[in-house]
């Protein structure tokens, strides 16, 4: 399975993804593996910043439905998904093996 990072993700979201994703290993940017797959909470990081330390890495982006200004802003940044905090939930194990396969 994927080690996944998560930039800015608060630690109750991270419990959902836990188990979302079970078999797969969720790091913190104080880890020493090198992610497979970044996922970043765009509401509390610099989308660009993100981008820029992780070039070769796929990144999925995820924010508020009503944070427009936010999604484009991880778009623009050239996170390879972008979607809302529901979405995500609804959707994660689909969007990881896209995004890891």
Not at 20 to 28: A, D, E, K, Q
Request: with cysteine; glycine share 8%.
């Amino acid at each position: 399975m994927a080690t996944i990072l998560l930039c800015g993700v608060d630690t109750f979201f991270r419990g959902k993804l836990e188990a979302l994703l079970p078999g797969h290993h969720l790091v913190t940017t104080d880890s020493v593996d090198w992610p497979d797959l970044v996922i970043a909470d765009i509401s509390r990081v610099d989308p660009e910043e993100v981008a820029d330390a992780y070039p070769d890495c796929p990144i999925l982006g995820f924010g508020g439905h009503t944070d427009t200004s936010g999604l484009r802003r991880a778009h623009a940044a050239g996170f390879d998904q972008v979607v809302v905090k529901n979405a995500l939930q609804e959707r994660a194990a689909q969007l990881v093996e896209e995004l890891t396969a």
